[in-house]
Nanobody, 125 residues
Framework: QLQLVESGGGLVQPGGSLRLSCTAS????????IGWFRQAPGKEREGVIC????????NYADSVKGRFTISRDSAKNTVYLQMNHLVPEDTAVYYC??????????????????WGQGTQVTVSS
């Protein structure tokens, strides 16, 4: 069964940090483009950050530039989203997604083939 599972969400104070993990089972994340998306209550899902399969391309939403980074651990078949300097506006359910085919580019549109179930991130004092 092809599956993406996110973990690491929770409650964090403004200014704090959190690292989300996205682990794949049933397929390898190697060479696939990976995207992180989020959906806040009452809002549409939006792209946050993505990384191409080759690692040559990374795209960020303007709202997270300088605060969020994406990385991979091929040995663990896991992608991470490091979130620093969190603000209440970052509160959302975060999803990871992967392309079906290897890709040298990545986009922040929802044109991904595999999706995780999401993990809640709440930024509040």
């Amino acid at each position: 069964q092809l599956q993406l599972v996110e973990s690491g969400g929770g409650l964090v104070q403004p200014g704090g940090s959190l690292r989300l993990s996205c682990t794949a089972s049933g397929f390898t994340l190697r060479y696939r483009s990976i995207g992180w998306f989020r959906q806040a209550p009452g809002k549409e899902r939006e792209g946050v950050i993505c990384s191409s399969g080759t690692g040559a391309s990374t795209n960020y939403a303007d709202s997270v530039k300088g605060r969020f980074t994406i990385s991979r651990d091929s040995a663990k078949n896991t992608v991470y989203l490091q979130m620093n300097h969190l603000v209440p506006e970052d509160t959302a359910v975060y999803y990871c997604a992967a392309t079906k085919l290897p890709n040298s580019l990545c986009v922040l549109t929802q044109s991904y083939d595999y999706w995780g179930q999401g993990t809640q991130v709440t930024v509040s004092s």
